[in-house]
């Protein structure tokens, strides 16, 4: 049918609050299981001082998010004859609020390989934040107020005021939400390996297709390969896969200029620290993920390291920069994979489209739907061959 066509169709029809969505035309059938954060303590219990002249504005505090706590997520499996020897886990990018563009995503990737695709969300994203997170009408005013104080502000949206506020209020989020999904993953991992999970009878191999942040998070997980669970795992890196430094996130869909400058100031000083309570800590002291979180966010540092890591792991890597991508630029996918690619030409495959398109919106709906509908197969037709 196309990836345009699916579009429309899957977002009409998609809720997260459904059990089960089945589609016959499709061929598929969509599962929402439910899933509880274990790791929600480990995230910002109370905003802190600085963030005390917005009152007017404040966001509740984290742990006060019942949505982060307890969501639903979908599953997407064959109608007849699902192979569940493996499963593909799809991790979206930065700010996404809803799963309408990654649904034809998971349903072609679905189709092409026979395994069951699971779309999981990072922590207060998508159905794991307040639904007002994403209205004008809540959000505006906070617009208003952000451009009011900071005069030079720019790519200020209603789509990234939240994140924006939050992230500059606490630049610490981005690392402690990114740690709470890093180990709801591994949780989610864990059930399917267990046989524990409710729709993925077997206990199969772990695969991922990771878009953007969802890179990031994907590249930290195989690099730390807790208990040696992903020793086998492929992964599949659209739009990411560099250092964070390389990042460059002001964009009216991410984050505005001032939370972006504010994230990346506190991140490159080397002197950052995060307390986190004993028992977390010693969690990831045992998976060495602090050096794991340096090496990837700063590419001056652990070089070595990180060569090594991504040196052992270059086989179960493809990456497919965009090279009209200003927020992931194919060059910084290059320039953080360039002693692996003298290893491994074939690592890093840099693709452009004939077609207008962004980091925020690689397929667009609109223009010329034959060329993206062609672009969205040949995409997905290598991550399908990569991944089965």
Request: hydrophobic share 35%.
């Amino acid at each position: 049918m196309g990836y345009t066509n699916d579009f429309h169709q899957l977002t009409k029809l998609y809720r997260t609050d459904q059990d089960t969505l089945t589609l016959k035309d499709w061929g598929i059938k969509i599962k929402n299981p439910a899933f509880h954060s274990r790791y929600a303590e480990i995230i910002p219990a109370k905003c802190e001082a600085a963030c005390s002249s917005d009152k007017e504005f404040f966001l509740q505090p984290d742990q006060k998010i019942p949505e982060n706590r307890n969501f639903t997520y979908p599953v997407i499996k064959n109608n007849h004859n699902s192979d569940e020897s493996k499963v593909i886990i799809l991790l979206h990018g930065l700010n996404e609020r809803s799963w309408h563009k990654y649904l034809p995503w998971g349903k072609e990737l679905c189709l092409k390989t026979g395994h069951p695709v699971i779309l999981f969300p990072i922590a207060f994203h998508i159905n794991r934040a307040p639904a007002r997170w994403s209205e004008p009408r809540s959000m505006m005013p906070l617009v208003k107020h952000r451009k009011k104080k900071h005069p030079d502000l720019r790519e200020s949206t209603f789509v990234n005021a939240a994140i924006s506020q939050r992230f500059e209020e606490q630049p610490q989020r981005f690392f402690l939400s990114g740690l709470e999904s890093y180990f709801d993953l591994y949780d989610l991992i864990r059930q399917l390996q267990a046989g524990e999970h409710p729709h993925i009878s077997r206990r199969p191999e772990i695969n991922f297709f990771a878009y953007s942040i969802g890179a990031f998070l994907t590249e930290i997980m195989l690099m730390s390969n807790p208990e040696k669970r992903v020793s086998r795992s492929r992964a599949f890196l659209f739009c990411g896969g560099p250092t964070f430094d390389k990042m460059y996130g002001t964009s009216r869909c991410i984050l505005d200029s001032k939370a972006a400058e504010s994230v990346k100031d506190f991140y490159l000083n080397p002197n950052f620290t995060i307390a986190l309570p004993d028992s977390v800590e010693e969690e990831i002291q045992k998976l060495d993920l602090r050096k794991i979180f340096h090496a990837m966010v700063d590419s001056s540092i652990y070089r070595e390291y990180r060569h090594a890591c991504f040196s052992s792991l270059a086989d179960s890597l493809r990456l497919y920069p965009l090279r009209k991508d200003h927020v992931v630029p194919a060059e910084s996918v290059k320039e953080t994979f360039s002693r692996v690619c003298g290893e491994i030409k074939d690592i890093v495959n840099p693709q452009d489209f004939p077609f207008e398109y962004s980091h925020e919106n690689p397929f667009p709906q609109e223009g010329d739907h034959e060329q993206i509908d062609r672009a969205f197969s040949r995409i997905f037709a290598d991550a399908a061959a990569f991944l089965e």
